[in-house]
């Protein structure tokens, strides 16, 4: 199991490395439109689709490698202060009353986007005779499609983080707090957490 956790990690990692490389490609596509435009008074009609559609794909296949990587926002605040059966505890109920929901819908409906694109031969309608679009929204349901096998990975991980006590490793694992200098700063020992954790997870909710 572990291992094939830990392929999914490494699947949307290199999926992410690989599209990080469209970082360099506007980069380039930016700064020569604007000498092309100032320098050379010759501005491409077709430069703004290109921007939009090189930044929503970077954005869009970036989903995965953020979330194997624990990129997302989070209140590490809080959290990271939690056991791991607290914290895993949180994490499922999350993915499965909001995350697996609303990326099959993503998906889902990303599917039936793009093929009506595709139907059409949809082009850009901001300029006239502008690139073709069904390239770009069919990254969509692509994007959506492994952004949820990563989040399933995710939720094997919490119910194996509930079994045994403790997080299985990932290929990388990133902290974006660090707890024990927040710990210093804002003078909180473990033994007032663990107190907090267990009122926490002992409080029985109100009728």
Known sequence: MQKLLLFVDKLSTWIGHAFSLFIVALTLHV???VFARYALDAPRAWAFDAMIMLYGTLFMMAGAY???KGGHVRGDVLYGFFRP???ATIDLVLYIVFFIPGVIALTYAGYFYAA????IRESSNITAGGPPYYPFKTVIPVAGAI????GVVEIIRCVICLKQGHWPSREEDVEEVDVDKLKEMVHVRDEDIQKLDE???R???RQ
Request: glycine share 0%.
């Open 85 to 87: 059966r607290t914290q």
């Open 199 to 201: 009122l926490v997870t």
């Open 116 to 119: 009506e694109s595709w139907a």
């Open 203 to 205: 409080k029985e909710p």
């Open 66 to 68: 953020t979330l194997a």
């Open 147 to 150: 952004l949820l096998l990563q």
């Open 31 to 33: 700064s020569w439109e």
